[in-house]
């Protein structure tokens, strides 16, 4: 499983690292056989790349952080016996997972909010998921409800039971949602494309990598200078693909292991009752 797993990320990492002429003859397995860095140099020869790395690195670490304080606050809440209302919030956040507006009321919605070519419009919009609150609150269930009350006749009051006793009991659930809004944050280019695609200065890494791969496809030169012209014509769409790939990927694999330990255990644990 291992081999069958790391296969093709070896093979992609091999053709990103080979040389784009000798691609084209295939063959390359794990190693490549060719060593070349020209597929790399190519795809930083786009000045907006680094204003698109600032702003996905940003989106990431705010868009995270937001979504965990609000998925967090939002499931001891509703992990609460003593909450009455935590029935009708939870049907009403589980309907919201089922049943969409759809894209054109949502992008009028954007606009009448007026979070055009704003930074708002990548954080703000998806700051609650229901399937992070109910994966939260299901750990959040486990705990025994003796905890707070043990706490509350300590003197202490909801929202320091809540930062000081329930969220470090909660690191696995957090750590599991925190790599899933990471994950989602760091993809994210479809929302650029939309809503910030005339601002340069909030344009996103994964976005302007779409624009190399499109202009690296079409052949077109209205994306690129005299000198990135002429770098771009000693690759090939296929080895850009590889190339673009490994770049996206490194820096979520550089994070995973930080919170492997916590991942499968906050992804199960408070799911099966008896």
Known sequence: MAIITLYPFLNVLAISLNDSTDSVRGGI???????SLQNYKAIFTYDTLLTGFKISLLRTVVGSLL???SASMLAYSLARRDFQGRRFVSLYLAVTMYVTAGLIPFYILIKDLHMMNTFAVYVLPGIVSAFNVF???S???GIPYEVQESAKMDGANDFTIYWRIILPMTKPALATIGLFLAVGQWNAWF???LYNGSSEHLTTLQYELVKVLQSTMNNSGDYRTQNVTQIMSTVSPDSIKMAITIFVSVPILLVYPFLQRYFVKGLTLGSVKG
């Not at 397995?29 to 060593?35: A, G, K, S, Y």
């Open 29 to 35: 397995t794990i190693f490549p056989r060719v060593f």
């Open 67 to 69: 979504g965990l304080i």
């Open 135 to 137: 994966v939260v609150r």
């Open 139 to 141: 750990f959040m269930d």
């Open 191 to 193: 929302d650029t494309y």
